[in-house]
Structure formats: structure tokens, C-alpha cells
């Protein structure tokens, strides 16, 4: 089965860029009508999205977090990536990468990385 | 962005007892809503989208109710995995998504 498996550096210094990668096992990230979002969980237990990508490349971030933020893809690794600049403390969550099915009749994260956690400081 | 409201926060059940939750949308969002279950170290996930479908592999002792602003997540016969956190998602027309606040279902 589909699988989403997230990683990165764990600590991040303020004011430097917070960057992951989701992989994605179990099927090609190109197959079907899919995107690929990030959502973050901070400690108040909030969900944020992020963004999403596309396999054309296509993104949309939150409004909220659009100039820090880029989503991009590679195909050839089956794996998209999140890059959030000028980190700061309220930038400390748990990231998580997720399957958005855009489809009619079906709009929904219908699976999930288990999420890795990122902590901003000095 | 469209706020969500879920409620209670939290509450305390037994097994076997039924549980709602409630999820309230600002504005209309017809029946593009969802519900998500999150347990610690664990990946969330989807239970109902769409307001009332039944996820894949999902016990049918969920069940998801209602339209464009007010919205219910039911548990029939709560069994002891279904101790969790609970979220609404709403995924209408204008981005971004956004969640509620999560329940807690705890003993």
C-alpha cells in the first residue's frame, strides 16, 4: 500500500531554512489525480496546511506562509519536498506530509506520513 | 480563511457508550467536510470525507452527518481503540484548508 515516510533535520536555527522531504512508497507519485500537501501540528495541537504540489509542478501554499515558503517535486526520486526560510520559534510543529485526493465527491487527506517533529532554536 | 469550531474539546465515554462531535464552519461549506482520528506516534487518519462517506476499511460504527455549516461525527459502541483525537477538515472551494481544534475522547 501507499506509504508516506517524512525526513529531515530535527533542529532548526532561527532565521535559517527549515527544509524536508516526503517520500512516497508503494506507488509512483505520479499516478492518478493527486496532490501532495505538507500540514503542520504545533504544540497548541492546531493543524495548519501548508501547501500542496502537483505532479505538474503546480503549487499552492497558505496565503499565510507564501512568501517563506516552496513546495517543489522529483519524480525520478518519487519523493516532494517542503523549504520554509527565516524559520523562527513559531515555526516549531510536527510536519507531516499527506496525499490530497482532489477529486469530485472526494476532497480529503486520505493518507499520511507518520510526521517528524522540528524544533526552531538556538 | 473559513474557521472551524469543533466541540466538546474533550469528553470522557465508556465502552460501548455512543459519542457525537460536533464541527461548526463559519460560513457554508455544502458537504465538503471531513473527520480524521489521531493517536499519539501514529499517522492521522481519514474516517469520512465528503461530510457523510465512509473511508476504505473503516468500521461502520462511524458515521458523519450534515451540511454547509454544522456538522456531526458519531460513534456507535465505542470500542477501546477508539480512544482518540478527533478533527473536522473542511476542504471547500477557496484554499487554505483548515481544521478544528481536535476532541479528545479519553476514558
Known amino acids: 500500500q501507499v506509504q508516506l515516510q517524512e525526513s529531515g533535520p530535527g533542529l532548526v536555527k532561527p532565521s535559517q531554512t527549515l527544509s524536508l522531504t516526503c517520500t512516497v512508497s508503494?506507488?509512483?507519485?505520479?499516478?492518478?489525480?493527486?496532490?501532495w500537501s505538507w500540514i503542520r501540528q504545533s504544540a497548541g495541537k492546531e493543524f495548519e496546511w501548508i501547501g500542496r504540489?502537483?505532479?505538474?509542478?503546480?503549487?499552492d501554499i497558505n496565503p499565510s506562509l507564501r512568501s517563506r515558503v516552496t513546495i517543489s517535486i522529483d519524480t525520478s526520486k518519487n519523493h516532494f519536498s517542503l523549504r520554509l526560510t527565516s524559520a523562527t520559534a513559531a515555526d516549531t510543529a510536527m510536519y507531516y506530509c499527506a496525499r490530497d485526493i482532489s477529486a469530485p465527491g472526494k476532497d480529503a487527506f486520505d493518507i499520511w506520513g507518520q510526521g517528524t517533529m522540528v524544533t526552531v532554536s538556538s | 480563511d473559513i474557521r472551524m469550531t469543533q466541540s466538546p474539546s474533550s469528553l470522557s465515554a465508556s465502552v460501548g457508550d455512543r459519542v457525537t462531535i460536533t464541527c461548526r464552519a463559519s460560513q457554508s461549506i455544502s458537504y465538503y467536510l471531513n473527520w480524521y482520528q489521531m493517536k499519539p506516534g501514529q499517522a492521522p487518519k481519514l474516517l469520512i470525507f465528503g461530510a457523510s462517506s465512509l473511508q476504505s476499511g473503516v468500521p461502520p460504527r462511524f458515521s458523519g452527518g450534515g451540511s454547509g455549516t454544522d456538522f456531526t461525527l458519531t460513534i456507535t459502541s465505542l470500542q477501546p481503540e477508539d480512544f482518540a483525537t478527533y478533527y473536522c477538515q473542511q476542504s471547500y472551494g477557496t484554499l487554505p484548508y483548515t481544521f478544528g481544534q481536535g476532541t479528545k475522547v479519553d476514558i
Open positions: 504540489i502537483f505532479v505538474s509542478g503546480n503549487t
Open positions: 508503494g506507488a509512483s507519485i505520479t499516478s492518478g489525480r493527486r496532490y
